[in-house]
Every structure is written in structure tokens, then in C-alpha cells.
């Protein structure tokens, strides 16, 4: 039985210093799982809940799934505990195929939204639960449920029930739960989705934490992108049953491979036309602006939408030379000012481009425009710092 | 002025229904201890020699402990059943199976006694089951189990399955879910259920009547037939004695499951 941990505590050391991801203070106490998703389908009747998803989760990876409600991966998760029986496709654990193993025979941690705490049982033996399950005796339980309060910075509250506890504070409780039995995986679905904004932030930096010191395999749901980019070694999102792009949040931030996920993972701008081959890359006809973009569409296909994060783009109070771009061979495309939001480390300015789609430009505090609401303006980017996607109708707006 | 008139009135209509319904019950106590030898209201004089005419008469003693022997019996069968019963029910997947099945299961509480009592009888006869212990618990565990589905279904309904699908995360298989989870925070549902079962077979006459014989009667049967016979104020005193200990044991019930509700 994999429950035994070094006795020095990797817990404390680590707990108090806050190592570098790079140079961790100790050595993880365990090794992590590798998880290999084969073609896995689930379909509940004639709804498919999840659509021929393969993905690996390398050992000991902090892999995030992300994606709108109703996206599959809430669904995929249950099927890697063994809540949910698979329609099609494969689960291995560790190259061991999984997929008829019962949930309580897999050895996988679980951490839910809602806790779940045992209600008629005190916080000591709620963690002490999947310990008596697995028959460890009582010194050694003891001892490892007092680790693993550590490991969660809630000493001494060994003897209260769920129900005096406050939210963040049941949540780590339930944490404790499903690590204190070493288990190589750890799955979370939304486990900060009911606390308050900043609980739910410090809880993220513990959560990272914990990541480190366990060395298990952390899976986790999640709709928030936010905190998908702080937690995530590597980013699956999810969007209508599949999976759209897995990534580091550089890779998927900076190179999104669909609309989707450009317009899911942080802001941009969406600019929309008609691509044609230029040279190396591509040159993009909207409505009222021609642009230079990086790269062409594969498979001949001409309905471009070309993607700017916020922060590349510039705005210059002069009209452009033309509407197609400037001497020193940047774009340049006019629009209007509508709306300004204050930052304070920055600020971002709302415009509307010639077609009357909405664009967002970031200016930070050190370099503002003095451009108000109202003004008209040239919108300036590198073509380099563009992304060239194929056109995808259903993405209608800016996800803020 | 006329508010105040109105509220004066809803509680004169209040204590009337209240005196109504309750006053049958406590008629009782005062000839209990009458002193005369016939069940006269109001008493005349007073006296404890019909609890000691209890006591000591055999008949009275023997049927008491039948009736607690046969209610003690009864109250673990149909909770064990009943308990097993709604579960089931709750985790039935098919919506139409489940609510057929609990139709069935609760008719015993519809369908009148005498029904009941009838069919019984014809069935006991027949396997010589009649006035023998298995024939009164099998008889009374009928009657009692739509009171424990019933009970403990109230309490699956409040209880969250989530945390039987935490449980399975950590460890525990089915079995050791229910025992350590699901059971432990039903449990209110489960001893109210059992005292209900306990109180249903303890005063249980129409069927008991039915398949009553000479070796086994049952405390409401002997009252049945003292009262039939003579107008012995013993019979007073034995429906004290019942209405204290049914009181003690739903308050005692209903109390133990308001102190564990308060202690979540």
C-alpha cells in the first residue's frame, strides 16, 4: 500500500520557505502517475458527453481542464475516478488499463466542489477515513492524518466538525483527505468554485504548493481561466465535448490553435476576412482594412480571423498613412474610441473597428495614448504578433 | 380591538381541538385508579389496587411481556427490512419501478386491518401459523414496515449521495459506505422508524384478534377480552401503563434525533 511517507516531513520544511518551482526544497514524496486517455467516449442516451478525447497526463504534471459548462470535462474526470462508466475508448493508469476497475479500488484522491465532508464525523476522522479503509493502524493513522494537517496549515483543528469550519477551511480539509493516503493521482473538479475571490486566490497559491511537496498527478477541473494559468503545468481546454488545444499557458496563450481557445484564454481583439497567400504569410481583407498576418490557413481555406492580444496592440492619435498599413510595414487601421477602464497598473481602451466588431488595447500606466472615449484613432500592431485563424462563425464576441 | 378579538378566538377554537383530541386519552388515567370494581367516570374514590391486581394476575403479566417480546421482535425485522426497502427504493433508477414498488409497500397502511386481519388468518391457519410468535411478529411486521419506509425515507431524502461517491474516491466499497456513511447519517430516520414499528405491533388488535390462541395473547387482546367479559378496571390501568411507555418512547425518539441534528 502506497500510504507511507518520509517521517522528517517535507511538509514543514517546504510550508514555511515557499521554494521555486525550478529548485524545490525536498524531493516530492511520491511519484506522480502517468494517465493516458485513449479515444475515451461518453454518451449519456443519445448525448455525447464526451467526444474521442486522448490526452496524456505526464507523471507527476499539473494538468487543468478547462472549458464552459457542459464542455465534457467535468464528465472526463469522472470517468478517470470511476464515477462514470466509459462508453468507448480506453483509460490507463501507469500503462495498466483502468477502465473496469471500481472507483474505490482505483486509488485516486478526489477534491469536489462541495467538499463533501462526512457531516457525523470530526475533521480527524473524515481523514482518517481512506486510511481505515485501507486497514493502516491506528499510530500510523494518527501520525499521517497530523502530516497531512500540516501539509494543509490547519493544526489543531483536528477536533472540530465540518460544520464550524468556514469554507476555505472545510476545503482544505478535504485536501488533506485525499492526499493523506499518497495517492499517485489527484483529480479536482471546480474544488475553489464556491469560495470568495480572494480565499479562492490564496487557496490557488496552496494548492500549487501542495502540487510540489505531494509530487502526485494533479488533474483539475476548471471554468476559470484565470486560475488555470496560475495552477497549470499544461492547459487541455475543453469546448462541446473535445478537447480544442493542450498547451502550456505560453503556448496557448501566445499560439492559440482555434478561435475557441484565443477567444476563451484571455482577451483579444478578433479581427475577421478574407485570407490570401503573400509571400511567407498571408494578407487579411475585412471590411474597411487590409492587414499583413503571419503564416497561412491550411487546406486552401480563405475565411481568416486574425487574432491580437491586447497588449501588442498600440493606438496613435494620427490617421494612417492608408487603411492597409504604415511605412515601417506595421498594420494600421482606424477606429473609434468607446470606452476607457481604469487598471491602475494599466488601462484598456474599447474600440470599434471599421466593421463595428469590438477591439481591445492595453496600454500600461507608463505608456498611455491620452486618448479619450470619442476620439478616433490609428490601431497599430507588428503583422508578427498577430495570430492567422480559420474563421469560426459560433465565436461571436470577446470573452472579458 | 376586533384583531385582538380574532386572535382570542383562533386559540379558544385551538385549546377546544386540543382538549378534543386528547381528552379520550386521558379519561383514562383517573379510572385506573378508582376504587370501586367497575369503570365509573369521574372516580368516586381512589386506590392503586388495580395496578397491583395487574401484577400480580398471570393473564395480565404473561400478555404484557408476549406484547413487548413481539414489538421488540418486530421493530428489529421491519427496520432491518424497511431500512433495506428505501434504499433500494432511493438508488432505482427506473422512476415508474420505484414508485410502483413503494405503493406496494405502504398499502398495508391503506388497506384496511380487517383485510389484512382476514387474509392472515386464512394463510396461518393453513400453515399453522396461528397464535404461534413467528405467526404475530410475521402478521406485525407487515403492518409496521410502510412506517419504516416511510421514516427512513424521509431521511435519504435529505441526505446527499455525493458523499457516498467521496467515500468510494477514498477507498470504501459499497458495504463499507452504507455502514460508515450513509447508515450513521440516516440513523434519526432509522430509530424513528423503529419506534413507530415497535408502538404499531404494541398496540396492534385487529389482526392480533384474528390469529390470537390460548399460548400466545397479546396485551391489547387480553384487554379486548377483559372488557368484553367484565368491566374490570385493571384494563385502566394497563392502557395507562401503555399510553407512558408510548409517550416516553416517541419523545425519547424525537428528542435523540433533534440532539443529533444539533450536533451537525
Redesign the interface.
Known sequence: MPVDRPAGGTAQTAASTYPPVAAPAAAPAIRGARIDLRGMTKRFGASVAVDDVTLTVEPGEFMTFLGPSGSGKTTTLNMIAGFTDISAGALEIDERPVGGVPAHKRDIGVVFQHYALFPHMTVEENIAFPLRQRRVPKAERRRLVAAALETVQLPGHAARYPSELSGGQQQRVALARAIVFSPRVLLMDEPLGALDRKLREFLQLEIKRIHREVGSTFVFVTHDQEEALILSDRIAVFNNAGIEQVGTAHELYERPATLFVASFLGESTILRGTASPDGGGSTLAGDGFVVRAPGRLEGGRTDAALVVRPERLRLTPDAPASASGDASGGNAVPVTVVEEIYLGAARKLEVILPGGARGLVREQAGALSGLRAGDRATLRWHPEDGVLLPDDPTIERIFT | MSARLARAALWLTGVLVAAWLVAPTLVVIPLGFTDKVSLTFPPTGWSTRWYANFFGDPAWTAALANSLLVGVLVAAVATVLGTAAAFGLSRWTSRRGAAAARVLLLAPMIVPGIIVAIGVYAVFLKFQLAGSLAGFVAAHTVLALPFVVVSVSASLGTF?V??E?????????RW??FR??TL??IMPGVVSGALFAFVTSFDEVVVSLFIQSPALVTLPVQMYSSVTRETDPTLAAAATMILALTTVLVTGGLALSARRNR??
Open positions: 446527499d455525493r458523499l461517491t467521496a467515500a468510494a474516491s477514498l477507498g470504501a466499497g463499507a459506505t460508515q456513511v450513521p447519517l450536533a451537525r
